[in-house]
């Protein structure tokens, strides 16, 4: 069972070697469904600015990356143009941090010590994540009581289970850091 605990050195995190390989797996489809960045070769993406920035027609993308304007397309096409780029690098650090700290897993699991930065790197990814889950499983308010009628064998209560604990262990993080 996951642990959080704030001492003086930082987070201390305990992963069972199941939940962290759970955690690895999920921070890699994350990268993968965030794309890789431009090339060097892209003189407006080295300043940031992407040539054709669009909502995306995937809703976990929509989602992670929503319209600043709802009433203005224009407005929010240019908008998405000057930081969709900047949100997804961001979202690519928060992730790798997260899988360069479970290179520490062993057969026992993972024990670490998070600093802040980390730390924050670990909610960003974690959030990001459990919004992905979330907008695929079309998790809403009652959801606990839509998996509670579930049957065992749908094939979509592993990930409802693995969102449950995601939020779990998000909470902790949250409590610790705050």
Do not use: H
């Not at 520490?104 to 699991?109: E, K, M, T």
């Amino acid at each position: 069972m996951s642990t959080v605990k704030k001492t003086r050195k930082g987070l201390t995190l305990r992963l069972e070697p199941e939940e962290a390989a759970l955690v690895r797996a999920l921070m890699e489809q994350l990268l993968s469904l965030l794309g890789e960045p431009p090339g060097p070769d892209d003189e407006l993406a080295a300043l940031g600015i992407a040539d054709d920035a669009s909502k995306s027609d995937d809703p976990v993308l929509a989602r992670l990356f929503p319209d600043a304007y709802a009433d203005d397309g224009e407005a929010a096409g240019e908008f998405r143009r000057y930081t969709e780029m900047g949100l997804r690098e961001g979202k690519r650090e928060a992730a790798d941090t997260v899988l360069d700290t479970l290179k520490g897993v062993s057969d026992a699991g993972l024990d670490t010590v998070l600093d802040d930065e980390q730390a924050q790197c670990w909610l960003k990814a974690l959030n990001d994540v459990r919004l992905a889950l979330g907008t695929r499983l079309d998790i809403s308010e009652e959801w606990y009581e839509q998996a509670a009628e579930m049957d065992p064998n749908d094939p979509r209560m592993a990930m409802f289970a693995a969102y449950d604990w995601l939020t779990m262990l998000q909470e902790s993080l949250v409590r610790a850091v705050f």
